[in-house]
């Protein structure tokens, strides 16, 4: 079977050192890697409007930001397609299908759904389309014949929701479905990177992300604003580095070869958190270590962005043309699918056929 991706995120700000050390960065070693056939990206803006429906400029803006940080960070349009959700109605039509073979019990007891309503203080007024989102995602991965889904360890519920969709279809119309798998982040400070006030998550909704489109002099405000151990208050006071916002954050980034460059004082992270942890060891110095690493990180995805700028009627030629893609693929998905439910009645020739001879024998 042929390795195949989906994956994507919702345009409704621009993208920041969450995706990227969550999701953007492993898919553009992933796409790089040679191991998979196609990948599809997808620029969620439906699912977007499932919670901004009063506001639809504000995802139409964000379509060419989104576009914009996915071109910066390393996704090739020669090797990946980058496409517009909204622009497959495929989607939509695969979406009602998989609505009768799930319950509303088991859409309220997914916990990312339940988290979701929670933080958008939904739980009074869900809107329907939020409420289905599990059933949308599943049928934009299967949609495409994912194999594979690289996403962080919050969506783990909804992945396992598309996998009992995919079972349960199978089951019933025939094998005509994939299932996919999941793909976690392999750094474990990764997995959920918090923000910079030392929330659980960075979120655009509780400003406090980095993004990627960031200035150097943004950075450095937001790094040096950032969230410590609130009892290390003299640097002689020994420190604690479990919880230390900054420290997740070199744990996500830093390299041996940082400290070579930027603190050769130490050698390595180890040695940097146990002379924390001894005290003697300021946040400030910390803190500018660690803006050297994210800026390092960040200068080559500010040049490529700064190229794709000068040529934005080029950015939606690419998404058009990732678009195109994506739409044959998912056509071909959907016709599968009708005819493993045998309502495919214009290309069922045996169909047809029978209908014509029972009433031919009538007359």
């Not at 940080?69 to 495929?90: A, E, T």
């Amino acid at each position: 079977m042929s390795k195949i991706i989906l994956t994507g995120d919702r345009p409704t700000g621009r993208l920041h050192l969450g995706h990227y050390v969550g999701s953007l960065k492993r898919r553009v070693e992933l796409q790089n890697s040679g191991e998979f056939e196609k990948i599809f990206i997808m620029i969620a803006d439906a699912q977007a409007l499932t919670d901004n429906a009063d506001n639809p400029e504000k995802v139409r803006q964000n379509i060419i930001e989104v576009a914009l940080d996915y071109l910066s960070v390393g996704i090739d349009p020669v090797k990946s397609n980058i496409f517009i959700q909204s622009q497959i109605p495929q989607l939509t039509e695969l979406t009602f299908y998989y609505m009768n073979l799930v319950t509303v019990s088991r859409l309220q007891r997914n916990p990312t759904v339940k988290s979701e309503i929670q933080m958008r203080n939904f739980e009074a007024s869900i809107p329907v389309g939020f409420f289905c989102y599990p059933i949308s995602q599943a049928a934009d991965i299967t949609a495409f014949k994912a194999t594979t889904v690289p996403v962080g360890e919050d969506q783990e519920p909804m992945i396992e929701q598309c996998r009992e969709i995919v079972r349960k279809f199978n089951s019933v119309y025939g094998e005509a479905l994939v299932e996919p798998e999941i793909l976690l982040p392999d750094n474990k400070a990764c997995l959920r990177l918090p923000g910079t006030d030392g929330k659980a998550k960075m979120s655009k909704s509780l400003g406090n992300c980095i993004y990627l489109s960031d200035t150097p002099e943004e950075v450095k405000k937001k790094v040096m604003s950032m969230y410590t151990d609130p009892n290390h208050i003299q640097v002689s006071d020994p420190g604690q580095v479990e919880g230390n916002t900054v420290f997740t954050y070199l744990d996500a980034f830093s390299s041996d070869e940082d400290f070579a460059e930027f603190l050769p004082d130490y050698k390595n992270l180890d040695e940097l958190k146990d002379h924390y942890r001894r005290g003697g060891l300021g946040d400030v110095k910390v803190k500018k270590f660690l803006l050297n690493v994210i800026n390092k990180e960040l200068e080559p995805i500010r040049a490529r962005r700064h190229e794709y700028e000068k040529d934005i009627p080029e950015v939606y030629n690419i998404l058009k043309r990732g678009t195109e893609a994506a739409y044959a693929v998912a056509q071909d998905t959907l016709n599968n699918v009708k005819a493993a439910m045998k309502i495919d009645y214009f290309n069922d020739a045996e169909l047809i056929k029978v209908q014509s001879e029972k009433y031919s024998r009538t007359e």
